[in-house]
């Protein structure tokens, strides 16, 4: 079975796994990262979003061979040490999750925005397409928006 190196959380990573695996089996069921979810397995509803370098991917729908030698970051990669992300801090005070099945992935979407862009707009925020069958969107929009000024 091939190997396949990254760099997951900060710390070089090997899996023997098929090329074609997608990324959310391989972090996983071999190696016991579960904070991004399966959800939909088809790339729709996002609960298993997580960044490859500074981009939002679904690793359900990438093939583990594609993050070959790069950087993956899962919402376990997010905190440093006990010190959370401003798009953390900001989820708690803005009491974002309701059964928060789908926060890691929205927290990695909007950290992802709040890297490509530091005052998000609107549309910005609008065009962030992960789920929440809770409807907190309008809480995860104030969270956004306060990370994005904690973080200005």
């Known amino acids: 079975m091939p190997n396949h190196s990254f760099t997951l959380n900060g710390e070089t990573v090997d899996v023997d796994a ?3 695996l997608p990324l959310l089996w391989a972090l996983r069921d071999k ?3 579960t904070g991004p979810k399966y959800g ?4 729709v509803c996002k609960a298993c979003t997580s960044l490859l370098g500074d981009e939002a991917i679904n690793p359900c729908s990438v093939p583990v061979s594609a993050v070959e ?8 990669g997010l905190a440093d040490g006990d010190v959370l992300h401003p798009v953390q801090e900001a989820w708690l005070e803005q009491d974002v999750a309701q059964c ?10 909007a950290v992802a925005l709040l890297r490509r862009t530091s005052t998000p707009t609107d549309e910005d925020i609008r065009a962030i397409e992960n789920v929440c069958r809770c409807g907190t969107y309008f ?3 104030k969270a956004i928006e306060s990370a994005a000024a904690k973080m200005a």
């Open 18 to 20: 098929p090329d074609d």
């Open 31 to 33: 190696l016991g990262v």
């Open 40 to 43: 939909c397995g088809i790339n």
């Open 69 to 76: 030698g790069q950087e993956v970051t899962t919402i376990e």
């Open 100 to 109: 928060g099945y789908c926060q890691p992935g929205q927290i990695m979407a």
């Open 139 to 141: 809480r995860i929009r």
